[in-house]
């Protein structure tokens, strides 16, 4: 089974480089199964029912998040109607939202995809950890096949959680610092890992967002406001190859496409 990954979409840039690219690479790949990140993709901050939907239409199987979910506040209704809107499990209980949903690939097999969120230089929450031994013990009730968004700043946390969830889990992808990393490997019980995906938006940019404002805070240490970037829009996500029966991957791939 083929499942791809893609970063964290970043404004209008970021939505036409999926647009105008998303159905070539899974034509081309033979992609069954679609996720991605979209926690920046109204504006570079936050999501809307609007936009989460042209996404969903655009042939996203699944949308993940993370910290920034909760900037646009109409999408606090968006997440308690829609399934394939995930949201960090590892907030308090009683956030909205859900953290998991088990769609069908294009061949019929189940996928379980689940959204946690780091603690280290991040909101205080609960832990991911521990968080995860419970829903990835209910998940694999379901299928065998389970992917972790694990939306976190720091590289140690990601890559302690990746041994800690090997063989238990297909993958773990990391997002939120939206530059891909070169340590995408298959653990050695079966679990693929990459530190962060990358982004989906401008690469002309600051992390995304427009070049002298991002500057202008770092050398004056006030506050700017942040625009997304439109230049040089790249899409940045990785394909897993898995085995659908143990749940374990074969082989990840790191997938970029410049511009559109």
Known sequence: MKILFIGDIVGRAGRAV?????????????IDFTVANVENAAGGFGL???????????GVDVMTSGNHIWDKREVYDYLARQ?????????????????????????????????????????????PFRFAQQEISKLRETTQVIIIDFHAEATSEKMAFG????????????????????DARVLPE??????????TGSYESVIGMQIDSSVSRFLTGL???????????RLCAVILDVDETTGLTRSIEPFVVDSY
């Open 18 to 30: 999926l647009k105008h690219n998303l159905q070539i690479i899974k034509e081309k790949k033979q």
């Open 163 to 182: 041994w800690f969830v090997d063989g238990s889990v297909s993958a773990v992808v990391g997002t939120h610092t939206h530059i891909p990393t070169a």
């Open 223 to 233: 506050p700017s406001r942040f625009e997304p970037a439109t230049d040089f829009p």
């Open 190 to 199: 079966g679990t693929a890992y990459i530190s962060d995906v990358g982004m």
């Open 83 to 127: 399934d394939r809107l995930l949201r960090p499990g590892n907030y308090p209980p009683g956030t909205p939202g859900r953290c998991h949903f088990v769609g069908e690939s294009r061949q019929g097999n189940l996928v379980g995809v689940l959204n946690l969120q780091g603690r280290v230089f991040m909101p205080t929450i609960d832990c």
């Open 48 to 58: 809307t029912s609007k936009l989460g939907e042209e996404i969903l239409n655009l």
